[in-house]
């Protein structure tokens, strides 16, 4: 279900307007599943409302009562999935049991990849909002999905410099740049149901990483 402390805090910014925030908990989830599909599935500008409404079972003027515009309808997606990765990569801190930076980093792969909690409809989103909406014409100001898994690659790079794991005589900055790049090409492909068998990945990703920063 959706975060109702979110919803009131959109109210404000008015992403969405107080029409939407008084919907029964339910539609206001089939609201946000049907945006995160079509935009994932036909992106910002092959999206008609009439097409969007059809799908959320909601009329055109219910529509214009919820969002001032397709591109707050967007938007109001794109902060829903944004507060659900904070919380998916939250929690995966909390239950990371791992010392090394290599288990580290393989076990934050796992989580992304081969135990998503994503739905295939949200893992097409989120290709949308991070490679394919710049070419959208709409501007989203501040909104990057992606810094919830750089932030955690991050912490796992400096601990892992720290205990002489990763070598030291690079930029933390570049190190972690440079496996998130890694990472997030992986879960783009998986995302992208361009999957190659687990064990392969697996090994691929260590030993690409490690055998080029291990000191």
């Known amino acids: 279900m959706l975060d109702e402390n979110l919803i009131a805090e959109l ?8 029409t939407f925030r008084r919907l029964a908990s339910a539609k206001k989830e089939l609201i946000y599943n049907t945006a995160a599909k079509l935009f994932g599935e036909y992106g910002y500008d092959g999206l008609a409302v009439d097409r969007f409404c059809h799908d959320a079972g909601i009329s055109k003027g219910s529509f214009f009562q919820y969002f001032q515009s397709k591109s707050h309808l967007l938007e109001f997606a794109v902060l829903v999935l944004d507060d659900q990765l904070a919380k ?3 929690d995966m801190r909390k239950a990371e049991t791992a010392v090394l930076a290599r288990d580290r980093l393989l076990y934050l792969y796992q989580s992304l990849v081969l135990n998503a909690t994503l739905h295939p409809s949200e893992q097409k989103f989120y290709l949308f909002v991070t490679h394919a909406l710049d070419h959208a014409g709409v501007v989203l100001e501040e909104l990057d999905l992606e810094r919830h898994f750089h932030d955690y690659v991050r912490q796992i790079v400096e601990r892992g410099v720290q205990t002489g794991e990763i070598r030291e005589d690079f930029e933390v900055d570049l190190t972690e740049s440079l496996v998130s790049i890694v990472i997030e090409a992986l879960v783009r492909r998986q995302f992208s149901g361009r999957r190659v068998p687990r064990r392969r990945m697996e090994e691929y990703l260590i030993s690409f990483l490690f055998d080029g920063v291990k000191a």
């Open 88 to 90: 998916w990569v939250a």
């Open 11 to 18: 109210v404000e910014r008015k992403v969405v307007l107080d």
